[in-house]
């Protein structure tokens, strides 16, 4: 295909650069919640309440958040969700400047963020596509810039950023961060309004959200798909969860250097993200998730074998490297062949897969650890992501990748002949 993100509208600047601004201010608080939870409190099982609170919405309202997202107006969603959250970070940050903050009310506050969180980027993954056609290698370019852009604000800008911050006062931070949903919200209103896709009115929300998880699992190509990020989580907490102690105790790395290691991997991770529609065209999107797969699984491998520092650092480079062009391919081409009405739908549903996952790796991997050392989980995820890659090769390769694009041309020569989408006006914003 030579379709170049160039011949995007012009909306997808504005949401690029909305999507940009507010992973900034994720990043900011990322590194900010669990420092200000660590002033309050010395108590491991609280801190972990406040790092598990911003997951729970996945959990709990995953699939009924993907079908409301359908029924609704994507654009308003989004920036309704940026609104919400940047008003609800003025509570801890008035708390914080009073001095009255407190776990439970950090702990409410992730929560309501991974709430407003759901919804934004479940409407942002069912909007790119009506914006773009559904071109599939047009989202390529689209996602690798978007997820690039991601990497680079939440992984290396937005952290220090936060730490930053905290120095001026505990409010600082989570007002920076307030401000950046502000601004995403002003840019977001602005896009192009695109028509929101017609479902049955009548038809219950569960039944609706039962349909998009049931479209999921009867579909070989997307439940392929899913699983790659489901059990890749399960094997990549259970490395994150040792890795800091793999760090000192084997590789003799300090804080400093432990934080070096992370940035390998988001280095490797933007270095992914941008050659990821390079490997789509030349491999095809089936072989090229392959091999980022098992890039993946060799890598941990490598990582659990690596005698020193360096060895552990590029091989977190490589891994980070497959993570990033997996996580521009397999969006691109879910949104690419998923019809519009179920969009929201099969995006949470894969979404909520991956975060049910998480939990379960995290405990493997610190079972593991006790049992057997420190090595075993890295050892056990490597195998666990090659065992992956082998199950799912089939059910994401060229051929039938090829024939669910072939499948959905029809949709997408629909979406390229109806009418250009225009530029919001204030009464229907």
């Not at 941990?300 to 977190?316: E, Q, R, S, W």
Request: net charge positive; with cysteine; hydrophobic share 55%.
């Amino acid at each position: 295909m030579t379709t170049r993100v160039s011949k995007a509208p012009a909306g997808f600047g504005r949401l690029w650069t909305a999507q940009g601004i507010s992973s900034l201010g994720d990043g900011v608080t990322h590194a900010a919640l669990p420092l200000l939870a660590l002033a309050l409190t010395r108590d491991p099982l609280a801190l972990a309440v406040v790092s598990a609170a911003g997951t729970l919405p996945w959990l709990l309202f995953g699939v009924l958040g993907g079908a409301l997202v359908d029924r609704w107006d994507r654009r308003r969603t989004m920036w309704v969700a940026d609104v919400a959250r940047a008003a609800l970070l003025a509570i801890p940050a008035g708390a914080a400047a009073y001095d009255v903050l407190s776990i439970p009310l950090l702990a409410a506050v992730a929560f309501l963020l991974g709430l407003g969180g759901l919804f934004f980027d479940t409407a942002a993954t069912a909007y790119l596509p009506d914006l773009l056609g559904r071109d599939p290698a047009l989202l390529e370019h689209a996602n690798s810039r978007l997820r690039g852009t991601q990497t680079a604000a939440s992984g290396f800008a937005g952290p220090p950023a936060g730490s930053a911050l905290l120095a001026l006062g505990r409010a600082a931070p989570l007002l920076a961060d307030a401000v950046s949903f502000a601004l995403s919200a002003l840019l977001v209103r602005s896009l192009p309004a695109t028509p929101r896709p017609a479902v049955a009115a009548r038809e219950s929300l569960l039944r609706q959200a039962r349909a998009g998880a049931s479209y999921v699992f009867r579909d070989r190509l997307l439940l392929g798909l899913a699983l790659r990020p489901a059990v890749g989580n399960i094997a990549f907490l259970a490395v994150e969860t040792v890795l800091a102690l793999f760090a000192h105790d084997r590789l003799g790395i300090g804080s400093l250097g432990f934080g070096l290691l992370l940035t390998a991997e988001a280095t490797g991770g933007l270095l992914g993200a941008g050659i990821a529609s390079f490997l789509g065209r030349r491999l095809g999107t089936g072989t090229a998730l392959t091999c980022t797969a098992t890039i993946e699984g060799l890598a941990v491998l490598g990582l659990a074998a690596a005698p020193n520092a360096y060895a552990a650092g590029l091989a977190l480079a490589v891994c980070g490297a497959g993570m990033g062009a997996t996580m521009v391919l397999a969006p691109s081409l879910r949104q690419a062949v998923v019809p519009a009405h179920l969009m929201g739908r099969v995006a949470s549903t894969s979404r909520m897969l991956a975060m049910c996952a998480a939990p379960f790796g995290a405990f493997l991997g610190g079972w593991l650890a006790t049992a057997y050392g420190v090595r075993t989980p890295l050892f056990a995820a490597g195998g666990l992501l090659l065992a992956m890659t082998a199950v799912t090769a089939t059910m994401t390769g060229n051929h039938r990748v090829e024939a669910a694009l072939r499948a959905a041309a029809p949709s997408r020569a629909a979406d390229a002949l109806r009418p250009e989408v225009r530029e919001p006006v204030a009464e229907n914003a």
